[in-house]
């Protein structure tokens, strides 16, 4: 969990954009409210604005960089724009302040927006990268899957699982692109890098993409792998697949051919991110002592049956 110093000194912080320094009191109920902590972030709302203390070790250039291109006008209407231009520090992370945006509603699994989804990612990825304030660095998504699989074998090197090696071999299996230790094929647009449902809130009367941590440059097909793998593992149904493929490829999605199969383009990003997801939940499984619920064993044994039929490469020159 977060220090206690770092969560009233973000709630202060919220506080202060909030509301007008010569206001006399606070009207807000609750007056502060955490919307997540994780050991990555500590994310605090005080009405309408919304504070977030970023990642220990946070590289401050390159936040920079993702603050000025959420910030860039040419992007109003793919992402949600920072209340500041620049990150602050309390207790030694940084902090940047948003605008409060309402969250889908995983109440009402029938209304997820896939479709705005689709299109959100498709106007992300056909913006040039020349166009954009500053250089940005490498999208962050292979890295993540590398440090999963990392965060596996530290939780599991004294006590193995016995699902780890299905995960190690479907892992092992991947090109080095896909495991962050060689560039992408393709050219390298600009990607969110981390996209699932939670990354879009309803602001100004429209979906707009949040949380730019995973923000860069690298394939966009790594943006569509998350729901990819999902349908493929039988998490998604085929209809909401198809909506969110459909708008994707309709708003001029660059990830994938615009008509025909799309699997040459997206099995191997699907598979990263399956190798992923099963890792962090062997992960947090093993940290609580239980067994791995009924989701998670879905996704173990997608990496079994991955292990058992070798990955197509990513065709050149298609995004």
Do not use: N
Not at 201 to 222: N, S
Request: hydrophobic share 50%; net charge neutral.
């Amino acid at each position: 969990m977060t220090p206690v110093p770092l969560l009233p000194a973000l709630a202060a912080h919220a506080e202060l954009r909030a509301h007008a320094p010569a206001a006399r009191a606070c009207p807000c109920a609750p007056p502060a409210t955490v919307l997540a902590d994780r050991p990555d972030a500590l994310v605090v709302r005080h009405g309408g604005v919304v504070a977030k203390a970023h990642a220990p070790g946070t590289d401050e250039r390159h936040l920079a960089a993702r603050l000025a291109t959420a910030a860039h006008p040419g992007l109003a209407d793919t992402l949600l724009a920072p209340l500041a231009a620049h990150a602050s520090r309390l207790h030694d992370r940084l902090v940047t302040l948003w605008p409060y945006g309402a969250p889908v509603d995983r109440e009402d699994p029938d209304a997820a927006p896939w479709e705005a989804a689709a299109v959100l990612l498709a106007r992300l990825h056909r913006t040039p990268p020349a166009e954009l304030p500053a250089p940005l660095p490498d999208m962050r998504g292979p890295r993540k899957a590398a440090q999963a699989l990392a965060r596996l074998r530290a939780a599991t090197a004294t006590a193995p699982h016995p699902d780890t090696p299905a995960v190690e071999r479907a892992w092992s299996a991947l090109p080095p692109w896909a495991r962050a230790e060689a560039p992408a094929p393709g050219p390298a647009r600009l990607c969110h890098g981390d996209l699932h449902l939670g990354q879009l809130v309803r602001a100004r009367g429209r979906w707009l993409l949040i949380d730019i941590d995973d923000l860069g440059l690298g394939d966009p097909a790594w943006d569509l792998a998350r729901p990819a793998a999902w349908y493929a593992c039988g998490l998604l149904g085929a209809g909401e697949w198809a909506r969110f493929l459909d708008a994707y490829r309709a708003a001029g999605g660059p990830a994938v051919p615009a008509t025909g199969d799309p699997w040459p383009v997206l099995d191997v990003p699907a598979r990263a991110l399956t190798v992923q997801t099963a890792a962090l939940a062997i992960t947090k499984a093993t940290a609580a002592g239980r067994a791995l619920d009924e989701v998670e064993q879905d996704v173990v044994a997608a990496c079994r049956r991955m292990a058992a039929v070798p990955p197509g490469p990513a065709p050149r020159g298609t995004k």
